[in-house]
């Protein structure tokens, strides 16, 4: 009996950790992955629908909020939604001014769209982790993480385009000889050391996505494990455990949000910097 209690909590915890994945299995062809090693059969090219649909279903719904925010905005006396928009905006104006020391219109833009596109995929997690997945597998859908941030691809696929940011920004404003040489030069500006200057920096400029996307991922899945833990508890002790450490990860939400936002405008202000 305890050994189909530990298979049962252990299918639990793996099928609320999998994702909705599609792709070209060897046997199977193109198809939705049933099984955990099915989707790892389908190799690097498979696609997570959910993480995907979440993904671009918060983006839009960060678009619509304050597309409908700037339409209602009044010089008179603004409402809810305004104030709200308005605050967060300036939120991320002052962390641009204070942190960003080059001249770069598109940062202040950037800025507030990963910050609340982040924050709006981190909240999905304050879901119980039950409805989602049960509402869909009525549906007939199996797998179902609502969570984008959770899935690693997600956050490095973040971190990378930052990345590719820092890489054309370095480029554009001190054209690729200068930035060659910033690498070749930096930290003993002599040519001597160049070879040695060149692995120190190309590695620290690749340590940056990665370690800007791992953060994330890192500290919202075992957020979210944590949930899917407790939620294997008895349902007296859910209620006690839950919603302390919902209202808890409610401040770990807006941080991971603030941080990732926070260093990838201190990399960018960094890659419009003359050494």
Known sequence: MAADNEMTAIYYIQHHLQNLTFGKHPEN???LASTSQEAVDMGF???HLDTMGW?????ALFIWVFRKAGRMATTGVPGGLQNAAEMVIEFIENLTRS???GKNPMIAPLALTLFIWILLMNSLKLIPVDYVPEMFGRLGVEYMKIVPTTDVNATLGMALGVFLLIIYSSCRVKGVAGFGKE???TPFNTWLLAPFNLILEIVGLLVKPISLGLRLFGSMFAGEVIFILIALLPFWAIWMLDVPWAIFHILIVSLQAFIFTTLSIVYLSAAHEHH
Do not use: N
């Open 183 to 185: 690498l070749a030069l």
């Open 99 to 101: 942190t960003f020391h």
């Open 55 to 59: 993904s671009i279903a918060m983006g």
């Open 29 to 31: 062809g193109w198809s």
């Open 45 to 47: 090219w498979a696609i």
